[in-house]
């Protein structure tokens, strides 16, 4: 089954043409500064070099067009036409309990998201422009939402380190990246890793990516925080963390004075801590997002000071890489995992459950 991919990231929409089961990518790419001047079209026919493309891309159906154009150019193209697409699958971010974690549309669904979307104060009014748009181009495909920010059915709870402000974050939202889809992912990663059930395990993700996150699931139900975002200021003078309650949190001095790094990295450590109390123990915790030299540095920060928890770590491991690894050493009491980001493989999955029966699942 192919199923494509449409990924939206405020003015970027990443795309991929996945081979399902066999997760073979056989396109991909991002249309860049949609609404923008400068806007542009990157196009990466698997086992080829990217093609870069300057378009005048100001809307998502221009977008789309153009995606379709070069998947099914008669050259460079990885399709004929597209009706060898076989589904079509938009990241949202959540449509209420009514909807687990992905839905096919038709007009009732589409109705029922459409009014929560527009009635939700934190999703994102783009992601329904994007849906409406593909039923609109491609009304004979197959067209699936798949939600972000739904997990097991619930609205996915997790604690967020930025430095914008409460009233920012809800200004922003149709700018900002949302990254349900990627704690779902390393979560059942990790459980394919490490041999045990994530509905059996006590994990805690961390996403090192441009808005940090961290999530966490006691045997397959996630941990419900009571004030879920938070704000934290990396670079004002006086380092303090406050949620939208405006509660502060003074962070400990490093050497005398305050170290940007220590005092991120330290918030992250110090969640940690108060998530597995809550769970009253952890199996086993897991990076994803950004797999850079500062994520590695932060990963350093984070995990040098957690031999209380039972983490031994093989620093030789804890390295830049693409790929996913274990970072702690054999005796380790708790798992230490890398699992890069793969939104588009994630998103593509859960469409292609949907569509399978449930003897098959």
């Known amino acids: 089954m192919r199923i494509l991919v449409f990924n939206p990231m405020g003015s970027i929409l990443r795309y991929q043409l996945i081979d399902m089961p066999e997760a073979k990518v056989l396109a ?49 193209g990885v399709v004929q036409d597209i009706s060898m697409i076989d589904m079509i699958a938009c990241r949202a971010v959540y449509a209420g309990e009514n909807f687990g974690n992905a839905v096919l549309m038709d007009d009732n669904s589409f109705g029922e998201i459409k009014e929560y979307i527009e009635n939700d104060l934190f999703n994102r009014e783009s992601d329904l422009v994007l849906i409406e748009e593909v039923r609109r181009l491609l009304p004979s495909a197959s067209v699936t939402a798949v939600f972000d920010m739904s997990y097991q059915g619930e609205r996915l709870n997790y604690i967020t380190i930025t430095d914008k402000t ?85 962070c400990p001095k490093v050497d005398g004075a305050y170290s940007v790094n220590s005092r991120f990295s330290g918030n992250i450590n110090k969640h940690i801590g108060i998530l597995t109390a809550l769970m009253d123990g952890i199996d086993a915790i897991v990076f994803t997002g950004n797999d850079d030299e500062k994520a590695a540095g932060i990963r350093y920060d984070i995990l040098r000071n957690m031999e209380y928890l039972g983490v031994n770590i093989d620093w030789q491991e804890n390295r830049p890489s693409n790929n996913e690894r274990i970072l702690n050493r054999p005796d380790s009491r708790v798992k230490v995992l890398v699992i890069p980001a793969n939104d588009e493989l994630a998103i593509a999955k859960e469409a292609y459950i949907l569509k399978q029966p449930v003897s098959m699942l």
């Not at 079209?41 to 067009?65: F, H, N, R």
């Open 166 to 250: 409460y009233k920012d974050l809800y200004a922003d939202r149709n700018e900002e990246s949302t990254y349900g889809t990627t704690h779902k992912w390393a979560v059942r990663r990790t459980a394919d890793l490490t041999g045990k059930p994530y509905r059996q395990s006590k994990l805690v993700s961390c996403c090192l990516g441009a808005q940090p996150s961290i999530f966490a699931s006691d045997n397959g139900k996630q941990v419900l925080i009571p004030d879920k975002s938070y704000v934290f200021d990396r670079y004002m003078t006086g380092n303090h963390i406050t949620n939208k309650n405006q509660n502060l949190f003074v």
């Open 28 to 76: 991909a790419g991002a249309c860049y500064r949609i609404g923008h001047s400068h806007s542009c079209l990157k196009y990466v026919k698997t086992g080829y070099s990217p093609v870069i493309l300057e378009k005048d891309i100001y809307y998502y159906d221009t977008a789309i067009s153009e995606i379709i154009k070069v998947l099914t150019d008669r050259e460079t």
